[in-house]
C-alpha cells in the first residue's frame, strides 16, 4: 500500500476512482476521465433542480387542492346537501394519495442525490486537479443552466442590489 499525501497533483495517472480498476495512465485517459466525472456532475445538478422544482410543484399543487376544498366547504354551507361531505372525503383521499406519491418520488430524488454527492466527493478526494476542476465547471455550468433556462427559476437578488433612487 502505497502512502498518499494529502494535496492535489497535476498528475494524468490515476487509480482505482470509484471502483477498483477505473483509472488512467494516460493524458487521453485522464480526459474521457473528466468527461464522465463533468457529465455525472451535470446529472447530479440536474437531479438536484429537479427536486427543488417538483417540490415547489407539489407545493403549489397542494395549496390548488386545499383552496377548491374550501370552496366546497362554503358551497356546502349554502347548498346543504347531503353529498357534499362525500365529494370533500374523495378529495381529501385524492390530495392525501397525491401528496404521498409526490413524498414517495422526492424521497427517491433525495436518495439518488446523496449517493451520488457521496461520489462526486470521493472523486474530489482523489485529489487529481484536473478531475476537481471537471466537477466545479461542470457544477457551475450546470447549475446556471438548469435554474436558469430549463426549469425557469427566477434570479433572485439580494435586497442589497435594488437600487431604490426616487
Not at 113 to 120: A, N
Not at 130 to 138: D, E, I, K, R
Request: glycine fraction near 6%.
Amino acid at each position: 500500500m502505497s502512502a498518499r499525501g494529502s494535496y492535489f497533483e497535476f498528475s494524468y495517472h490515476v487509480e482505482n476512482l470509484l471502483f477498483k480498476g477505473l483509472g488512467s495512465s494516460t493524458v487521453g485517459g485522464l480526459f474521457g476521465l473528466c468527461i464522465g466525472v463533468a457529465v455525472f456532475t451535470v446529472l447530479y445538478e440536474s437531479i438536484k433542480q429537479f427536486h427543488h422544482y417538483l417540490a415547489e410543484k407539489c407545493q403549489e399543487n397542494l395549496l390548488l387542492g386545499a383552496n377548491v376544498s374550501r370552496c366546497n366547504s362554503q358551497e356546502s354551507e349554502t347548498n346543504r346537501s347531503d353529498d357534499i361531505p362525500l365529494v370533500q372525503q374523495q378529495l381529501f383521499d385524492i390530495l392525501t394519495s397525491e401528496r404521498l406519491k409526490c413524498h414517495l418520488f422526492q424521497t427517491v430524488l433525495h436518495t439518488v442525490q446523496v449517493v451520488m454527492g457521496y461520489m462526486i466527493m470521493l472523486v474530489i478526494m482523489s485529489f487529481n486537479v484536473w478531475l476537481g476542476m471537471s466537477v466545479v465547471f461542470a457544477s457551475c455550468i450546470s447549475y446556471h443552466v438548469c435554474s436558469t433556462y430549463i426549469f425557469n427559476r427566477p434570479v433572485l437578488l439580494p435586497v442589497e442590489a435594488v437600487n431604490y433612487t426616487s
